[in-house]
């Protein structure tokens, strides 16, 4: 997976979270996944077409997105409520639109689906041109996962020196 | 922080309607909005609850998402500046490249505002675009995470 297309993300999920969260983050662990993705807890999965094709999964376990919920919203939540399950998908939605707009902004088209609540155990795939790469952050309310396969999609791939980073 | 409440001229304040898909987002911008003063008139999912809800409850002002289900904020935007030319609208959204604030702009939106939303940000472009109608009134609110 191009190196390219992930830097927007982790930037993105940097100051995304540190500003809602109101602390530093830290990058954790950093992995290539080839076996099936199983979700930790709590996911939300926005799916990505255009010049670029795939999909960012965001995921916590249930005591984080708990902490998280209440941490963002002033109110108690427990694990399974729907409150938690908006804020994960928020979160979620804010990381990936502030990295699409990144890469929208150096020519690179594509659309963003809303977010959506991620329930199955299993999630893509990777393959030899779709790889995963599942990244931890350390935040004072807990670990998240960003859970990243994308592609460029044929015709784009197809053409020379796309971006310079 | 605290914000000098946003009151109309007449004394009543500042009427909005919040339209995005996302509960989370809506009950923050909700919460930033009384910090300001405002009055929250409703909320809508998407874009073709917003056009109804804009005829039945004449907001002064309306925050739109981008990216939501049934109908997307910038169409949702064009048909209710269309419908309304008078109307306010703001976007509110991720999603803020280049070419979507351009499209929002030219197809009636007044303003564009990035998620997460920062209070002062906020504030600042509600005060903008409703500077023709608004007073400063009494300091309202209290922290805001």
């Known amino acids: ?42 996911a939300a999965l926005v799916n990505i077409t255009g ?6 999964i965001f ?3 249930a005591e984080t997105a708990t902490r998280v919920a209440t941490f963002l919203t002033g109110a108690e939540a427990d694990g399974s409520s729907e409150l938690v ?13 502030s990295a699409v707009s990144s890469l929208n902004d150096q020519g690179v088209r594509f659309r963003i689906s809303p977010p959506e609540v991620h329930t199955s155990e299993d999630g893509l795939r990777g393959s030899e041109d779709t790889e995963a790469l599942v990244m931890c ?29 | 922080m605290q914000f000098d409440s946003l009151i109309r001229a007449g004394g009543e304040p500042v009427r909005c309607l919040i339209v995005d898909d996302s509960i ?9 909005l009384q910090s300001f003063g405002c009055a929250i008139a409703g909320e809508a999912g998407d874009g073709c609850v917003a056009l109804t809800e804009y005829d039945r409850l004449r ?27 008078d109307a306010r609208v703001v976007m509110v959204s991720s999603v803020g490249c280049q070419e979507n604030i351009v499209a929002a702009l030219q197809r009636g939106a007044r303003h564009f505002v990035h998620k997460p939303v920062k ?19 009494a300091v309202v609110g209290g922290p805001i995470q």
């Open chain 1, 1 to 42: 997976m191009k190196m390219e297309l992930i830097q927007p993300f982790i930037n993105s999920a940097d100051s995304v979270l540190g500003q809602s969260l109101g602390c530093e983050t830290q990058i954790g662990d950093v992995s290539m996944e080839e076996e099936v993705y199983r979700r930790k807890g709590v």
């Open chain 2, 119 to 137: 209070a002062d940000v906020l504030y600042e472009v509600i005060r903008y675009v409703m500077a023709d109608t608004i007073q400063a009134a």
């Open chain 1, 59 to 61: 995921d916590m376990n």
């Open chain 2, 24 to 32: 989370f987002a809506r009950k923050n911008l909700a919460k930033l």
């Open chain 1, 85 to 97: 399950l908006e804020t994960v998908c928020e979160l979620a939605n804010m990381v990936v639109g």
């Open chain 1, 51 to 56: 010049d670029i094709e795939g999909r960012v």
């Open chain 2, 59 to 85: 907001p002064d002002l309306v925050l739109m998402d981008i990216t939501m289900p049934n109908l997307e904020g910038i169409e949702a935007a064009e048909r209710l500046v269309r419908q309304h030319p």
């Open chain 1, 137 to 165: 952050f350390h935040t004072d309310n807990g670990d998240l996962y960003m859970n990243i396969a994308m592609r460029y999609n044929r015709r784009r791939r197809n053409e020379p020196a796309l971006m310079q980073l």
